[in-house]
């Protein structure tokens, strides 16, 4: 796999780490949870998470208040690749994958990896090294993450859980291939019916609204490949991007973008704001336990905290190197531009964030549910 700036593996020690220090912070700090029907089990990988004050975002007046959150955020958390699977797409410059090919609208190349890997950077400050809120037992024995991009998330998970088998399904074979032994990456379309032999403990997804028509289908989905008592957990963005002072007028470009952006996936079937609407579709299924969390994340080092700066600071480096990518094919093929107008679009919108006169954030969600121990498919 390309790398932001090396090619070794997450030690597994800092992983154990992380999540030991997670679980003795004060979730307090951080979340916003709400829970519904019966208690979940008592033996939990995380604690549980309390009420507080994930998800607010206060403008910083004085930019030198708060220094850099610190660490080196070049560092690669991922090995590098060997793609097994050569016969790629080529479009506007960009390579795009080719199992299923148009199911996914974003590209798959060396740039998009490396934007990926940052993302997963952005996950882990936002969480404080958590891998999951849902409350999952220590005695999990078979995960499955759909959706699993650079295998980031499945090769801590494996590491933190040595006894535990991990599958991570993707549609691009961007994985790595120097992994943990209890690791196996499959191209897969998860959109499709699913034909794995073993039910599952956990399912986790992050980031996959773009690539998602039919959210009931997938739930079903989560639902018959899940043990009883198992879980399933969704660590999703929903768009537009927003801000909650009107300062989204201060970048035209960039907001014609994100109304672009809306109105081209909305076209094509995809509603980048479908997570919000998921609760009643899992209780439907039979799903109880839900739970629900929410934040933001910055675009740019505008709101006060470390954290806040520095999940910022890292989202604009992501953003703007996502908009290329995020716009050619839907903007071409679904709203009919020229490559020329959307490249000039592109570049405007780069400008747009750069300039740092918006106050502007993408909402994060994370959702997560137990198939009954006496559930009957």
């Not at 850099?68 to 790629?88: K, L, Q, R, W």
């Not at 079937?269 to 479908?274: C, I």
């Not at 919000?276 to 629900?292: A, C």
Request: aromatic fraction near 8%; charged fraction near 25%.
């Amino acid at each position: 796999m390309a790398s932001l700036g090396g090619s070794e593996a997450p030690d597994p020690t800092s992983v154990v780490q992380q999540t030991a220090a997670a679980q003795s912070a004060a979730s307090a700090e951080h979340v916003e949870v709400a829970h519904s029907d019966t208690p979940a089990t008592s033996s939990l990988t995380m604690p549980p998470v309390q009420v507080g004050g994930f998800g607010t975002l206060e403008v910083d007046t004085d930019a030198d208040r708060d220094s850099a959150f610190g660490g080196d955020d070049s560092e690669s958390f991922t090995t590098s690749i060997n793609s097994t699977v050569t016969d790629y797409k080529f479009e506007h410059g960009r390579r795009y994958h080719a199992y299923q090919d148009g199911k996914y609208a974003l590209p798959n190349d060396d740039a998009e990896i490396n934007r990926l890997e940052l993302q997963h950077r952005i996950w882990q400050l936002s969480l404080s090294g958590r891998l999951n809120l849902a409350p999952i037992p220590p005695t999990v024995k078979n995960v499955l993450d759909i959706g699993c991009g650079t295998g980031a998330w499945a090769i801590e998970f494996a590491e933190a859980h040595p006894d535990c088998r991990v599958i991570g399904a993707d549609l691009s074979p961007i994985q790595p291939t120097l992994v943990p032994p209890n690791v196996e990456f499959l191209v897969d379309d998860i959109t499709s019916s699913w034909v794995y032999t073993q039910r599952f403990d956990y399912i986790h997804s992050r980031a996959i609204t773009v690539g998602i028509k039919d959210w009931a289908s997938l739930v079903d989905q989560c639902w018959q490949n899940l043990a009883p008592g198992g879980w399933v957990e969704f660590q999703e963005y929903h768009m537009p991007f927003a801000s909650d002072d009107d300062t989204m007028k201060n970048g035209p470009a960039f907001l014609r973008w994100n109304e672009g952006l809306k109105a081209a996936t909305t076209k094509v079937g995809t509603h980048l704001d479908a997570i919000l609407s998921m609760p009643p579709v899992l209780k439907e299924r039979g799903f109880v336990n839900l739970g629900t969390a929410a934040t933001k994340w910055p675009i740019g080092p505008w709101p006060r905290g470390k954290r806040e700066k520095k999940i910022g600071e890292l989202m604009e480096r992501d953003l703007s190197s996502a908009v290329e990518g995020a716009s050619l094919r839907l903007f071409t093929k679904v709203l009919g531009w020229s490559e020329e107008d959307v490249q000039k679009l592109v570049k405007d919108v780069e400008q747009d964030i750069l300039a740092r006169r918006m106050h502007a954030y993408i909402p994060i969600d994370f959702l997560w549910a137990q198939k009954p121990h006496n559930a009957v498919d």
